[in-house]
Each structure stands twice: as structure tokens, then as C-alpha cells.
């Protein structure tokens, strides 16, 4: 098992951090806890990851506007409560952009539509992407000496560890996606 977490790890915060990431940088800091990964690496491919990530939405946003919004009902579903999230917060949705899960990569691409110039995107997109990876690598870190000190002998029983954590975040994520739904029906349904 450390093979493929030492193998594909990294590369799989990277890649989860830039679609969304909370499951995978949470994994990565229990993960750095018990010992399978370095959390400084998993730190700075989570930063990695979601600077990508934002920046990429925001540039298609900038480039292909609206366009890509509207050939996709997942994402046109979304855009009302984007749009009441940058007009009531302007500027500073730059920053929190990180913390909004499920709609970041709308409220991205809406943010690309809009004037706000690349250097100041660029400034609160690094600045939250470093809060964001150490705040989220922490939890996980932290949430890693739980599982410590209720299994002292990890290798015996690793894979049932692993896969219980992550049927528990995979659980979690799905009932606040629910949650998230319902609200976005409500605001859609006034």
C-alpha cells in the first residue's frame, strides 16, 4: 500500500485539489499523520493543485465566457446563487472562492466573465490557495492523531482504516451535497 500512496498520492492531491479537493487534501494530511506521506508535500500540491484549478476556471471564464455556462444545465443551475454570492461579497469572493464547495468552479468561470483584472485574481488566488492547503492538510493532520491513538499497530490494519475514512468523508460530502441542493432549490424555487 505505501508503494501506491507514495506512487500516486502526491499526483492524486494535485489532481483532486484542482476539480475541488477537501476529500483528498483531508486524506493527504491523515494520510502524513500516519506516516505514508510528507505533509510539507502534501501542503504544497494542494496549493498546487488549487492555484491550478482557479486559475484555469477563471482563464475559461475570461476567454469563453458565458458560453460555457449556458451549453450545461449542472452549471447554468448554479449560476443564481453565483451571482447573489459576487454581488453581495464583490471582491472578496476572490478570496473565500477556496472555502464555497460545490459552486467554485461557476462562481470562477462567472468571476473570468466579469472586469476584475488578472493581477488582483492572481494575488487573493495565491493567497487563498496557501490558507486553504495548510487549513485543510492540518485537519486532516490533526484528525490523523484520532486514528492514531485508537490503532496503535497501523500496517495490521490499514486498509480497513483507509477504506473506513474514506467511506466516512465520501458519506459526509454527499449528505452536505444534499444539504447544498436543497438550499439551491430553495433560493431558485423564490
Not at 492524486?12 to 476529500?23: A, D, R, V
Not at 455556462?69 to 476572490?94: C, M, Q, T, W
Not at 486498509?159 to 468523508?169: D, F, K
Request: hydrophobic share 55%; charged share 20%; glycine share 8%.
Amino acid at each position: 500500500m505505501e508503494v501506491y500512496i507514495e506512487k500516486f498520492g502526491y499526483i492524486g492531491i494535485f489532481i483532486g485539489t484542482f476539480l475541488e479537493g477537501e476529500t483528498t487534501v483531508l486524506l493527504g494530511g491523515i494520510l502524513s499523520k500516519l506516516g505514508y506521506m510528507d505533509i510539507y508535500k502534501v501542503f504544497l500540491f494542494a496549493f498546487l493543485g488549487t492555484f491550478a484549478g482557479d486559475f484555469t476556471f477563471f482563464s475559461l471564464g475570461k476567454k469563453f465566457g458565458r458560453n460555457i455556462i449556458d451549453r450545461y444545465e449542472f452549471l447554468s443551475s448554479k449560476v443564481p446563487i453565483a451571482d447573489k454570492i459576487i454581488k453581495k461579497h464583490g471582491n472578496f469572493i476572490i478570496f473565500i472562492i477556496r472555502f464555497l464547495v460545490g459552486i467554485r468552479a461557476v462562481v470562477l468561470l462567472l468571476l473570468g466573465c466579469t472586469n476584475i483584472r488578472v493581477s488582483k485574481f492572481l494575488f487573493f488566488s495565491i493567497a487563498n490557495s496557501v490558507l486553504w492547503s495548510i487549513v485543510v492538510s492540518i485537519i486532516g493532520y490533526v484528525f490523523g492523531n484520532v486514528v492514531y491513538i485508537f490503532v496503535k499497530d497501523m500496517k495490521q490494519y490499514e486498509w480497513h482504516i483507509i477504506s473506513a475514512i474514506i467511506v466516512v468523508i465520501l458519506i459526509i460530502i454527499l449528505i452536505y451535497r444534499r444539504i447544498v441542493e436543497k438550499k439551491e432549490k430553495s433560493y431558485a424555487d423564490r
